[in-house]
């Protein structure tokens, strides 16, 4: 008798509107800055520890739960990579309240943990620090994919497949896939945790088929599931760290164990590694199990990425209580497309993805900042605290630039960042835009020392709406330069790829004076200006028709000035 051994996709209705109840606003930020938390998970939760309602904070950090009913609560609010914070109890009357909560920014710390130290059952945080440290991270990546499965925020395209391997668990000798459209995404039927710890993740039918099941985020969240399985950290492999979990000692049920593992550098949960153990007769001494991979979303969402369950199939004994292995069934799944309900692309499996904020010297949202490829084939305008997107990028190392008003005006733009993005991935890009002083610190980073008070001083001339390209420009000290001044041969910002800009030339009719010619910009530049002196800028017809005098005023790290020229 031929035995086919499947496992099923899950299938999921749409949750629930909660329904109205004493409304909690509140606004999420950041306790040094005042900048508000996007994506950060709120939980609402009452004394007893029942939770009450989840959702994220949107891009201005605003949220709005509902309560229950009038009485006491509670808010944690969770971010992948960060310590959670807890509020103090708070009151909900029936007008509803409003919480301000200012978050501390203080990152988690896996890298060097402890793992030889921490080999035990322990997951409740009592029986082991470490352990529940890693776990922490891995909860809240879990609950996060099970908050947008069920908001029903992105529209997804599914490839299903379906493999048959050989005995040898190498050769694919059969493959079919399919596509299918819609709201909801999840890997696999996931009974109810109590009925998968009561009677086991493997279920042998009358029909001698074997059905497999695997936690899906919610059911792995349990209590049914975490009281009957033990966690321990098991190794650092790849900057990932391995979270093991297995039955409890005397469960006999066929059940499974694996490793969560969770990435060093950003506490981000990456994949599930599970086999299925407490298999019956020889069944037990097949390699079947499965993977699941996850992958972050704009705005703090959530998805399962990718994830296959490979199961044994073979033919049954006269006596019916072997199974002789005759090759494996795979099946499993990607997210091929995701888009938002308007249409919008958000990721795709075939090409990369790059999302993030644009910020500015302070952590600001800036707006109306456009973000494009180098080769400015893709562009997009950040919106202040929306989160940008560039999709359909090619895999790799993305070169981008970033343009604004607080530099262009000034002919300092653009600010350049490099973002290495994977395909089918989102890859991260807070972006952080210089600030004026910044940009002249950084062109003047190769000028000698000077014991005397300085500042950068930058001139920007131009004639009608176009830069005054190609003009001769001296400048000259009325008093005060100290003797033996050094002065940068830099006369101005460096251009893109490290071109060779203007240079300072000594004036050969006066010793206390330099010159250079402007280029396409209108710039000049001069660091480590001695302060309580005073310069004059010259230029025109023999570098004496127009001129302009700059006080070099103490206690400023950069002086601006903008010189707006007679037409010629």
Not at 195 to 217: C, E
Request: some cysteine.
């Amino acid at each position: 008798m031929r035995r086919t051994l499947t496992v099923c996709l899950l299938a999921i209705t749409a949750a629930a509107a909660p329904a109205a109840g004493q409304i909690v606003r509140g606004l999420v930020l950041e306790e040094a800055t005042d900048f508000p938390i996007q994506g950060a998970m709120i939980v609402l939760f009452e004394p007893n520890g029942q939770v009450t309602q989840r959702v994220l904070t949107g891009d201005a950090g605003q949220f709005i739960v509902h309560a229950a009913h009038p009485g006491t609560y509670r808010i944690r609010v969770d971010r992948i990579g960060y310590m959670s914070l807890t509020t103090e109890p708070f009151e909900v009357t029936d007008g509803g309240t409003y919480q301000r909560i200012a978050v501390p920014v203080k990152p988690v710390e896996l890298a060097g943990i402890d793992v030889e130290g921490s080999r035990r059952c322990a997951l409740r945080p009592q029986q082991g620090a470490a352990t529940a440290r890693v776990w922490e991270e891995a909860r809240k990546a879990l609950e996060l994919a099970a908050w947008t499965l069920k908001s029903g925020v992105y529209r997804y395209t599914l490839l299903h497949f379906e493999r048959t391997v050989a005995a040898d668990g190498r050769k694919v000798t059969r493959e079919t896939r399919s596509f299918a459209r819609g709201i909801w995404q999840a890997p696999y039927v996931s009974r109810p945790a109590q009925d998968l710890v009561a009677d086991g993740f493997v279920r042998r039918n009358h029909d001698q088929i074997y059905t497999y099941f695997a936690p899906d985020a919610e059911a792995f969240l349990s209590d049914a599931f975490l009281d009957s399985h033990c966690m321990r950290l098991d190794k650092v492999e790849g900057g990932l760290v391995g979270l093991a979990f297995e039955p409890v000692r005397g469960r006999r049920v066929p059940d499974i164990a694996g490793t969560l593992w969770i990435d060093q550098a950003t506490a981000a949960l990456r994949r599930l590694e599970f086999s299925y153990v407490n298999m019956p007769g020889s069944l037990s001494e097949t390699s079947s199990g499965g993977e699941v991979h996850f992958s972050g979303l704009p705005k703090g969402t959530w998805i399962v990425r990718e994830w296959s369950i490979r199961m044994p199939l073979g033919t049954v004994s006269p006596n019916r209580e072997q199974v002789v292995v005759t090759g494996y069934t795979v099946k499993g799944g990607v997210v091929w497309r995701v888009t938002e309900p308007g249409g919008q692309l958000v990721m795709e499996a075939e090409t990369a993805t790059v999302s993030g904020t644009v910020m500015d010297s302070t952590g600001a949202a800036v707006g109306d900042a456009i973000v494009e490829l180098e080769d400015s084939t893709v562009r997009v305008v950040a919106k202040g605290e929306d989160t940008f997107l560039l999709t359909g990028l090619p895999p790799g190392l993305q070169s981008f630039r970033v343009r604004h008003a607080s530099l262009d005006s000034l002919g300092l733009g653009p600010a350049r960042f490099d973002v290495f993005a994977r395909a089918g991935e989102i890859a991260s890009a807070p972006l952080r835009l210089p600030g004026v002083e910044e940009v002249l610190a950084g062109a003047c980073s190769d000028t000698p020392p000077v014991e005397a008070p300085t500042t950068m001083l930058l001139v920007r001339m131009r004639r009608g709406d176009a830069a005054a390209q190609g003009l001769q420009v001296r400048v000259g000290w009325l008093s005060g330069r100290p003797a033996g001044y050094y002065m940068s041969g830099r006369a101005a910002p460096p251009l893109p790829g490290d071109t060779p800009g203007p240079q300072w030339q000594p004036d050969p009719g006066n010793p206390r004076a330099l010159v250079t010619t402007l280029d396409h910009r209108g710039l000049i530049l001069l660091c480590a200006v001695p302060t309580r002196t005073q310069l004059r800028v010259e230029w025109g017809q023999g570098m004496s028709a127009e001129s302009h005098l700059v006080d070099v005023l103490p206690d400023r790290r950069s002086i601006v000035v903008s010189l707006q020229l007679r037409q010629p």
